[in-house]
């Protein structure tokens, strides 16, 4: 089945600085790749996602790009503000099969 | 907006016990889902449904069972909780025939005495 690998587990940025998660998979056949914001006592939010037909996808500062050959995606987050901090989460699936989760990634934005 | 509730935020219970955790989606959504969270080992999927009265076993099913009675609510049950359930455990619902994108609950956070 899908393994998906997501580093780092923990990252710190300065307010204004870029942000990047990077995952790996395993799948071949997997087709979709969502990013989730999970805030201190909510459930996982979709902040972004893309297909396995586009290489980038943008939405003002965040940015996710797909590499498929090399069979890894990464989340980018430009000019960090201090509600960036969260635990990030990539996925992968392949068509309605269940979402397969990395690990998270839990990001501080320090003013 | 799409709404997935949970019935409890925050849940204490003691060792055997029969727990049943609930979970209501406002959205038709086909296909539900129930995920622990664990730190470190992120999302661990529990058990998932396609439809009413469906049920399909995840990566960790071991000492939990479901039920979907009706579209609209998935519940998941610990027969005799255990210590080692304590947990943060999270619903999410997603259409069958999309993109897959699936809505998370705000979770129940269980301790088992």
């Known amino acids: 089945g899908e393994n998906v690998e997501q580093h780092p587990s923990t990252l710190s940025v300065q307010e204004g600085d870029s942000a990047v998660i990077k995952c790996t998979y395993s799948d071949s056949a997997s087709n979709y790749f969502p990013w989730y914001k999970q805030e201190l006592g909510k459930g996982p939010q979709l902040i972004i996602d893309i297909r396995s037909n586009v290489g980038e996808k943008k939405d003002q500062r965040i940015a996710v790009t797909l590499n498929k050959t090399a069979k890894h995606f990464s989340l980018h987050i430009t000019e960090t503000q201090p509600e960036d901090s969260a635990v990030y989460f990539c996925?992968?699936?392949?068509?309605?099969?269940?979402?397969?989760f990395g690990k998270g990634t839990r990001l501080s934005v320090i003013a | 907006d799409v709404k997935v509730t949970q019935s409890s935020r925050y849940l204490v219970k003691r060792t055997g016990e029969k727990v049943f955790l609930e979970c209501v989606q406002d959205m038709d959504h086909e296909n539900m889902f129930w995920y622990r969270q664990d730190p470190g080992l992120g999302l661990r999927l529990i058990y998932f449904?396609?439809?009413?009265?469906?049920?399909e076993k995840g990566d960790i099913p071991e000492g939990y069972s479901v039920s979907r009675e009706k579209k609209e609510r998935f519940s998941l049950i610990l027969e005799s909780a255990s210590t080692n359930q304590t947990s943060m455990y999270l619903c999410a619902s997603s259409f069958w025939d999309r993109d897959g994108t699936q809505y998370f609950g705000p979770g129940t956070r269980l301790t088992v005495l």
């Open positions: 449904s396609y439809d009413v009265k469906m049920k």
């Open positions: 996925a992968a699936s392949r068509g309605n099969t269940p979402l397969v």
